[in-house]
T-cell receptor, first 114, second 111 residues
Framework: DAGVTQTPRHEVAEKGQTIILKCEPV?????LFWYRQTKIQGLELLSY????????DGGAFKDRFKAEMLNSSFSTLKIQPTEPKDSAVYLC????????????FGPGTRLLVL | GQQVEQSPASLVLQEGENAELQCTYS?????MQWFYQRPGGRLVSLLY????AEQRGGRLTSSAASNESRSSLHISSSQITDSGTYLC????????????FGSGTRLLVSP
């Protein structure tokens, strides 16, 4: 059984561009999470889906960040327009359910915005 | 806003020693979760603790002291492969998933 996969692994964007990051959760998992990780801010939650419904939209990240889950096996995170401060590693994780269960993380997408 | 502080920021142990990593938080806790990351590696969930409940997994034990707003991760008989960064995450509130992460403890276990 494949773990969480994320593509691309690396992305370089110019300021103002639109980029779309992709995630495939573990098959059969109900919950999907998007996080951002930087050296300064650490790990921050961007979005949380339960059974494809958006449960948490990350508050401060609403304006330019939009996560979608059109089916149970695929999710995207769109950043529009990108800014240099968006440079970070974007992590996707899935779990059978949020409570009591382990989250399985993908390898991350390293984004650099110039 | 709510904050999660982790201590120590870094820790060096000799193989076989025990470690205690701590998280303190500034608001009412729903649950606490611990994660681990090796440099260049994926994040791994370690333990999930509903409020005040002790959780065990192998050589790991997480516990919470509600009156001190503190949660601890105990690592017994540390091994070189335990080296990496340990993150705690505090979940608060009802509904959704309102989580705040600590800045991490870097653990180095030497032979």
């Amino acid at each position: 059984d494949a773990g969480v996969t994320q593509t691309p692994r690396h992305e370089v964007a110019e300021k103002g561009q639109t980029i779309i990051l992709k995630c495939e959760p573990v098959s059969g998992h109900n919950d999907l999470f998007w996080y951002r990780q930087t050296k300064i801010q650490g790990l921050e939650l961007l979005s949380y889906f339960r059974s494809k419904s958006l449960m948490e939209d990350g508050g401060a990240f609403k304006d330019r960040f939009k996560a979608e889950m059109l089916n149970s096996s695929f999710s995207t995170l769109k950043i529009q327009p990108t800014e240099p401060k968006d440079s970070a590693v974007y992590l996707c994780a899935s779990s059978p359910t949020k409570n009591q269960d382990t989250q399985y993380f993908g390898p991350g997408t390293r984004l650099l915005v110039l | 806003g709510q904050q999660v502080e982790q201590s120590p920021a870094s820790l060096v142990l000799q193989e076989g020693e025990n470690a205690e990593l701590q998280c303190t938080y500034s608001t009412t806790l729903n649950s606490m979760q611990w994660f681990y990351q090796r440099p260049g590696g994926r994040l791994v969930s370690l333990l999930y603790s509903p409020s005040w409940a002790e959780q065990r997994g192998g050589r790991l034990t997480s516990s919470a002291a509600s009156n001190e707003s503190r949660s601890s991760l105990h690592i017994s008989s540390s091994q070189i492969t335990d080296s990496g960064t340990y993150l705690c995450a505090m979940e608060r509130g009802t509904g959704g998933y309102k989580v705040v992460f600590g800045s991490g403890t870097r653990l180095l276990v030497s032979p």
